[in-house]
Nanobody, 125 residues
C-alpha cells in the first residue's frame, strides 16, 4: 500500500522556521516528481513547491514562497523535505505532499497520483 506521511508541522511565530518531512512507503519514489501543496481554510489547494527526481535539477516554487522555502529530497530514505524560513501568517495552512511519475503540470494538483494526509502549519503574528 502506497503511503505518503507528512510531519513537522506546528505553531511558529512570524519570522520563524519549520521543516516539513514527507516519508513515502509502499514503493520507491526515486523517479517521481514530489510536490508540496497547501490549503488554508475556505481556500482552494495551491501549489507551493516541487522537486524533480534528481535533487540536482531545478525545483519549482510558487512566487509567494520563492526565496523563503527550499525543497530537497533523500531518495535513499524515500523522503522529501520542505524547509520553510521567514514564515508569515499568510503561510498558515494544511500542507500536503504529493507524488507524480510523469513530470508534467507540476504546479497543478490534478497531475499528482498520490497524496499524504497533510500537516498543519500555523504562523502567529
Amino acid at each position: 500500500q502506497v503511503q505518503l506521511v507528512e510531519s513537522g508541522g506546528g505553531l511558529v511565530q512570524a519570522g520563524g522556521s519549520l521543516r516539513l518531512s514527507c516519508a513515502a512507503s509502499g514503493r520507491s519514489f526515486s523517479t517521481y516528481i514530489m510536490g508540496w501543496f497547501r490549503q488554508a481554510p475556505g481556500q482552494e489547494r495551491e501549489f507551493v513547491a516541487a522537486i524533480p527526481w534528481s535533487g540536482a535539477l531545478t525545483s519549482w516554487y510558487a512566487d509567494s514562497v520563492k526565496g523563503r522555502f527550499t525543497c530537497s529530497r533523500d531518495n535513499a530514505r524515500n523522503t522529501v523535505y520542505l524547509q520553510m524560513n521567514s514564515l508569515e501568517p499568510e503561510d498558515t495552512a494544511v500542507y500536503y505532499c504529493a507524488a507524480q511519475p510523469l513530470g508534467y503540470s507540476v504546479r497543478h494538483s490534478y497531475a499528482y497520483d498520490y497524496w499524504g494526509q497533510g500537516t498543519q502549519v500555523t504562523v502567529s503574528s
